[in-house]
Structure formats: structure tokens, C-alpha cells
């Protein structure tokens, strides 16, 4: 595939060797990426910071005494199957399928039935990783930011915005996934899809 060339002047305004990249250029170098991160940082947290801080579900069977029953549907794709989530004292511990919702009835695909892991489960990455001679490393928000954004602009520097492929998950939201593609519309490229289509 042919690939245009870019050249940066100031690392804002880029502008390609046939075609003007369409990264907004008042958006300073880095800030593009730190708006993106943290809208989606953003909706994470207040999707997780009161929802799982008591959330021990694991094991009871009975309801919390003075929880109530919140219907909902599952936001993992556009079917829309419907979830009973039980929510104490503000937390969501624990989910059931909605067994008379018109789309689910009485069942939940392998990533809706564990919805509710996304917000509880002790393994979600919660800091950036990086692999530092072959072992995963914490490493700061900034340091994240600033090596992958390097490493992203140095891919459109020397190859243009079509040499990014932005694929996206199954696992996130309807907002992630909008936010997602606003990403990769405001990079310069087309080149977004869902990893089930590939
Ligand atoms: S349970 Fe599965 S099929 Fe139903 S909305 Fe969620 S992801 Fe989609």
C-alpha cells in the first residue's frame, strides 16, 4: 500500500505530501493523546471508584440485606441483553440475567456474563504496564503517555496516519468504543474496526 509522507513542523500543524492530516492543529503535541486517555480514564472511574470499593459478592447467595434490584442491559454490544444487577449501598455486587428480558431470555453470552468483572475483578490493569527487560513494570501515567505518544508520532512521521490499524474490543463500553473511533478519526485514518470482524 502507498504510503504518504508527513513532516512536522512545529509537531502540531502536520501536514502530508498530498494531503493535509487531519489532527486539529491548535491540539498541542501530547495534549491530543492526554484528552483521549482521559476521557477514557474518566469513564472508567466513574464506572469503578464507588461501584467496587465493597463489592464481595463471591460466595453469598442470599441478597444483602437493604439491597434493591436494578434492571439494566449489558453494554458489551448493540443486541442489549438485559442484566439484574443487585446494587448495596450504592455498589454493584452482583449480577443475575434478566430471564423474561424480550432479547436475552434467560441468557447471557460469555462476555456479558461477566459483566460485572469489569468493574470488580482484582485482575483489571488499573496503572500502565510496560515490559522492561521481559517483566511487566508499573510505570507512571505521564512516562505512558509520553513514550507511546513519541512512538505514535514517529509511526505517522515517517509512514503517514494509514500505518495505524486502531482495532477495538469487546470489552468496552458504547462510550469507549465512540471515543475509540473519534480517536483514530481525529489521527488521520479510516483504518478502525471491532476485533470480532477480523
Ligand atoms: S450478553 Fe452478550 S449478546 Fe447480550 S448484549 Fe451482552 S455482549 Fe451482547
Keep these: 500500500m502507498a504510503r504518504s509522507k508527513i513532516k512536522t513542523s512545529s509537531g502540531t500543524g502536520a501536514v502530508t505530501a498530498g494531503r ?10 501530547r495534549s491530543f493523546l492526554k484528552l483521549s486517555a482521559a476521557t477514557a480514564a474518566l469513564t472508567g472511574v466513574a464506572m469503578t471508584t464507588k461501584m467496587t470499593s465493597k463489592a464481595h459478592a463471591a460466595g453469598k447467595t442470599e441478597p444483602y ?9 449489558c453494554t458489551y454490544c448493540a443486541v442489549g441483553c438485559g442484566i439484574e444487577a443487585e446494587v448495596h449501598n450504592g455498589v454493584w455486587v452482583r449480577q443475575e440475567v434478566a430471564s423474561d428480558h424480550p432479547v436475552s431470555y ?16 482484582p485482575k483489571r490493569l488499573k496503572h500502565p504496564m510496560k515490559k522492561v527487560n521481559g517483566k511487566w513494570t508499573t510505570i507512571t501515567w505521564d512516562q505512558a503517555m509520553n513514550e507511546i505518544g513519541d512512538k505514535l508520532l514517529k509511526i505517522r ?32 485514518t479510516n483504518n478502525v474496526d471491532h476485533q470480532a470482524r477480523i
Design 106 to 121: 434467560g441468557a447471557h453470552c460469555c462476555k456479558g456474563a461477566g459483566a460485572i468483572d469489569m468493574v470488580t475483578s
Design 20 to 29: 493535509r492530516v487531519t489532527l486539529n492543529p491548535k491540539v498541542a503535541r
Design 157 to 188: 512521521e515517517n509512514d503517514g496516519p494509514d500505518a495505524l490499524h486502531f482495532n477495538g474490543s469487546a470489552k468496552v463500553s458504547t462510550e469507549m468504543a465512540y471515543q475509540h473511533r473519534k480517536f483514530a478519526a481525529f489521527w488521520g
Design 65 to 73: 440485606a437493604g439491597s434493591k434490584t436494578v434492571r439494566t442491559i
